[in-house]
């Protein structure tokens, strides 16, 4: 089976601290991607990456960075965190369409609760 | 306006009914995708169709291209089918990207 392993599930952070939400995925997929979801606005894409230290703004990119060193992580990094990052946080994976499809695999998800 | 359209918002029924949930699109799609989130966040992936029909146990997915219209069907339902339940569609465009529609939460009772 695809495992999407997020390797915090809840964390509470102080408003301007650095924040890093890690990824890992044990497929081989070349695509991984950042979203947060928020009550009443639904999943939104923060970054993806479709190879190895590539990447592509997303339609919320304000406030993040992403970095991708090895194909199977993928980071989120909130440089300096406000309270309006407060979300769920969710990565996924897949591999690029027209090899297999592209059925997305996601991970269970990081609250972040910013105070 | 969205780009994917999702109804009901909510839906309550009894344990046992027939359950359908529906998704319209606007744009050009390569596939259509239909995700499942219980509670605590997970997502998992029911089912991608670009045509056409499948099935996976009581769930059923169908797909008009040419009515940009897509339907979940749960057959028989359960009160562990509760979750919320999302489509998504990768557009013929920027396909290594999919837009969600808002979802929909269905509560079955017992």
């Known amino acids: 089976d695809v495992k999407v392993t997020q390797s915090s599930r809840y964390l509470v952070k102080r408003t301007g601290e650095k924040v890093f939400l890690e990824c890992v995925q044990d497929?081989?997929?070349?695509?991984m991607f950042w979203y947060r979801q928020d009550p009443g606005l639904g999943l939104r894409l923060i970054y993806f990456?479709?190879?190895?230290?590539?990447?592509e703004k997303g339609d919320i990119p304000e406030g993040y960075s992403v970095s991708r060193e090895k194909k199977e992580r993928f980071s989120l990094i909130l440089e300096s965190a406000s309270t309006n990052q407060t979300s769920m946080y969710l990565c996924?994976?897949?591999?690029?369409?027209?090899?297999?499809?592209?059925?997305?695999?996601f991970g269970e998800g990081s609250w972040l609760t910013v105070v | 306006k969205n780009e994917v359209e999702q109804s009901p918002q909510n839906l309550t029924a009894q344990e046992g009914e027939f359950i359908t949930i529906n998704c319209s699109y606007s744009?050009?799609?390569?596939?259509l995708h239909w995700l499942q989130q219980h509670p605590g966040g997970g997502i998992v992936s029911l089912f991608m169709?670009?045509?056409g029909k499948k099935k996976h146990g009581r769930l059923i997915a169908t797909i008009n291209i040419q009515e940009k219209h897509s339907s979940l069907h749960i057959t028989a339902s359960h009160p562990r089918d509760s979750a919320v339940y999302i489509c998504?569609?990768?557009?013929?465009?920027?396909?290594?990207?999919?837009?969600f529609g808002q979802g929909t939460r269905l509560t079955i009772n017992p």
């Open positions: 996924a994976s897949s591999l690029p369409i027209g090899l297999g499809g592209n059925t997305i695999y």
């Open positions: 497929m081989d997929h070349e695509n």
């Open positions: 990456s479709y190879d190895v230290k590539m990447k």
């Open positions: 744009v050009g799609i390569s596939a």
């Open positions: 169709l670009s045509s």
């Open positions: 998504a569609v990768g557009l013929i465009q920027g396909a290594q990207k999919l837009v």
